[in-house]
């Protein structure tokens, strides 16, 4: 491990890995397939929101903007991820196993963090286009949104390039963008207990979903960060087998705290609007 670690410095788990062992073609493949099916989903998700947008009345759009805007950033970013892992590891012949490759390409998770650093305050934002808040004031929630979205990205990028050479640094970054976290959830909680307040029942019963997507999704990331502590020994099948779980679970997260967090969003505003009078399947069907 020190001759991996002199090599590859603060490098992520994935590259050492490919380092020491390399990939077994069905580990490689599935990380692979899962990198694009999370960049193609966002896709299809951009698709939706542009073809969903006159559903909702106008004082609600800005929600459809913003999803629209995490789709194309989210999209743009995750396929430079994916075509970072085909780029960084090359197939051995000698051992049948995709290997680090010897060129300056190292695999980075540095892309998610970019990704999430755009798309984190704008998820939040969103919700406040679509709810109205009957205690809390909308500007100060707007900026706590973006300052503990925005340091809790920032804490954890740094983390993450100790998650190798140097365990209280990484966990003690990790601990820092927790606080943020914890301060995130409960800033949601608020603005979700509140939106429910006079909102009609089936609008209601969206923003239960979203308060729980929002748990089940978010949990996945700490988590996912988490993962090369469940083994530092470099096994080459238990290691290969966390790698595929750490992509897997960031996709799984990704498309949930995004794609369908959106999608809510919008069945909740088309409830909303449809109490407010505009009733856009009725008014398409009288032109």
Do not use: C
Not at 71 to 91: E, G, R
Not at 167 to 176: A, C, N, Q, R, S
């Amino acid at each position: 491990m020190e001759a991996l670690i002199e090599m590859l410095g603060n490098a992520t788990f994935e590259n050492y890995v490919g380092a020491a062992e390399g990939y077994t073609e069905m580990a490689y493949q599935m990380s692979a397939h899962v990198l694009t099916l999370g960049f193609a989903i966002m896709l299809a998700g951009l698709l939706y929101f542009v073809l969903t947008i006159k559903t909702v009345a106008p004082k609600y759009r800005t929600s459809s903007v913003l999803s629209g805007v995490v789709m194309v950033s989210a999209f743009l970013l995750l396929y430079v991820q994916s075509q970072n892992w085909t780029s960084a590891m090359v197939y051995d012949a000698d051992t049948a196993r995709y290997v680090l490759g010897d060129g300056n390409d190292l695999f980075n998770n540095g892309y998610r963090y970019l990704n999430w650093l755009i798309d984190v305050p704008m998820l939040l934002f969103q919700i406040l286009f679509v709810v109205t808040l009957t205690k809390s004031d909308f500007s100060s929630i707007r900026n706590q949104f973006w300052f503990s979205g925005t340091a809790m990205i920032l804490t954890g990028y740094v983390g993450q390039f100790y998650e190798v050479t140097n365990p209280t640094l990484f966990f003690v970054w990790g601990f820092i963008s927790t606080i943020f976290f914890v301060h995130i959830l409960i800033l949601m909680k608020r603005v979700i207990s509140e939106g429910k307040e006079g909102a009609p029942p089936k609008a209601q019963k969206y923003l239960g979903y979203i308060w729980v997507l929002f748990l089940f999704s978010w949990m996945l990331y700490p988590g996912a960060y988490l993962m090369p502590y469940l083994t530092m020994t470099l096994d080459p099948v238990l290691s290969e087998t966390l790698v595929v779980g750490r992509h897997i679970t960031y996709t799984i997260a990704d498309v949930s705290s995004k794609v369908i967090y959106g999608i809510f969003l919008t069945l909740a505003a088309q409830e909303m609007s449809k109490a407010e009078g505009y009733d856009y399947e009725t008014m398409k069907n009288a032109l």
